[in-house]
């Protein structure tokens, strides 16, 4: 299966691989790192190509409890928009 969301920039080279899932609370640390397992050959191979590659792994508990990598993929974004604002 392909990523949920793969964004890609290829004026500047650059792609992002968002991968969200919804796991039980008490599996998020291994819903990340599955998702990191299966992604990791793809982003490696990336700059191979000439492509930088940004993957975050964004998982949201069921019961609603968001994991420390939404915490960086958010920041990320927000960094982004606000940088496109200010031009």
């Given at each position: 299966l392909p990523p949920d969301i793969t964004i890609i920039n290829r004026a500047?080279?650059?792609?992002?691989?968002?991968?969200?899932?919804?796991?039980?609370?008490?599996n998020i640390f291994n819903a990340q790192e599955r998702k990191a397992e299966k992604y990791s050959t793809l982003v490696a191979g990336l700059?191979?190509?000439g492509?930088?590659?940004t993957f975050f792994s964004v998982e949201i508990g069921s019961r609603?409890?968001?994991a420390h990598g939404t915490g960086k993929f958010t920041r990320s974004i927000c960094k982004s928009s606000y940088r496109a604002t200010k031009k």
């Open positions: 500047m080279k650059k792609i992002t691989i968002i991968e969200l899932t919804i796991p039980f609370e008490s700059p191979a190509v492509y930088d590659c609603g409890i968001a």
